[in-house]
């Protein structure tokens, strides 16, 4: 991303999240803010009534849909696994590389115990406080709300995560979504190994990451393509993917266990099974949960 400027790709998930949200019967996962979350561009864009009406069609959902069902499949996925942590007890949860994500407006008055750190690149933060305080029409969020900026590339989360109130000796619940695709594998394994250095024992992550494209098969191996150019028209290239069984051997290395890896199938199969809009979760990326042991 350009420096001065808010992620092109979050607007684009926030797009396809409010899409779902607006369109789709029995939604994977309903969030009402996204409309107002993302671009102006992309809301003129889902306000056109033909637009949406081929955007939701069955034959473009064969292609479109897997960019839906990646989106709305990995909110799912994460916030039902925070939940059970929430309701074993858990009181901190950190977002990192928070993007548009809505949480804050949906749910955080919902658990005022919990203290939610959302942790991301200034320039896309700046973007998203500005557009909280809008869409809440008021210069106060909830209290039990705290950001924290960090550059992923320059900075380890640990680090930043010091300058806030961050409770190290607390298990935390975090969630690491759309991110890991656009930073090169040292750098995910790098903070990776950082909180594992840091976050205290039962601390959860749920993180979704590429799939070496070597691995992929047929229309899947085209897709991932199509997607790669797409994210580099938009100034920010797809750089990185994992083999599923190295990445299970270097995180088991630093002291995580692999609770779950869903696949593609896995996660069509849970969240998708029977839909009549047809989408349907492309092999191109995994659901991951990790646990410290």
């Known amino acids: 991303m350009k420096a001065g400027q808010a992620s092109r790709t979050a607007e684009a998930a926030a ?29 003129r864009l889902l306000s056109i009534p033909l637009l949406h009406k081929v955007m939701n069609s069955n ?20 916030e039902d696994l925070l939940i059970e942590a ?12 928070a993007g548009l994500d809505s949480f804050v407006l949906r749910l955080a008055h919902q658990y005022p115990q919990l203290k939610i750190y959302e942790v991301d690149h200034p320039d896309t933060q700046r973007l998203k406080i500005n557009k909280l305080k809008r869409i809440s029409l008021s210069s ?15 900075e380890q989360l640990s680090n930043a ?9 607390l298990p935390a619940f975090f969630s690491w979504l759309g991110t890991t695709h656009y930073l090169a594998p040292e750098t995910t394994l790098a903070t990776l190994g950082n909180i594992a250095s840091f976050a205290a024992q039962n601390s ?5 990451y590429s799939v070496d494209f070597r691995e992929l098969q047929g229309i899947e191996k085209i897709g991932s393509y199509a997607v790669s150019q797409f994210t580099r028209l938009l100034k920010e290239p797809l750089m990185g993917a994992f083999s599923p069984q190295q990445l299970h051997c270097e995180v088991e290395a630093m002291g995580y266990a692999v609770v779950e890896d869903l696949s593609g199938d896995g996660i ?3 969240y998708l099974k029977h839909r009549t809009d047809l989408i349907r979760h492309t092999a191109a990326t995994h659901l991951i949960q990790l646990r410290i042991a």
Do not use: C
């Open 204 to 208: 959860e992550l749920a993180m979704d």
């Open 268 to 270: 069509t199969e849970r």
């Open 140 to 154: 106060e969020l909830p209290s039990n709300v705290e950001f924290v900026s960090i550059d992923f590339e320059k």
């Open 86 to 97: 929430i309701g074993r007890g858990l009181q901190q949860y950190v977002l990192v590389g």
């Open 59 to 78: 034959s473009l959902n064969r292609i479109l849909g897997l960019l839906t069902a990646q989106v709305v499949a990995r909110s799912r996925f994460t």
């Open 15 to 43: 797009a396809l999240r409010a899409n779902h949200h607006l369109h789709a019967q029995n939604p994977v996962f309903s969030d009402p803010y996204a409309l107002q979350m993302t671009s102006a561009e992309w809301r």
């Open 161 to 169: 995560l010091n300058r806030s109130s961050y409770q190290q000796h």
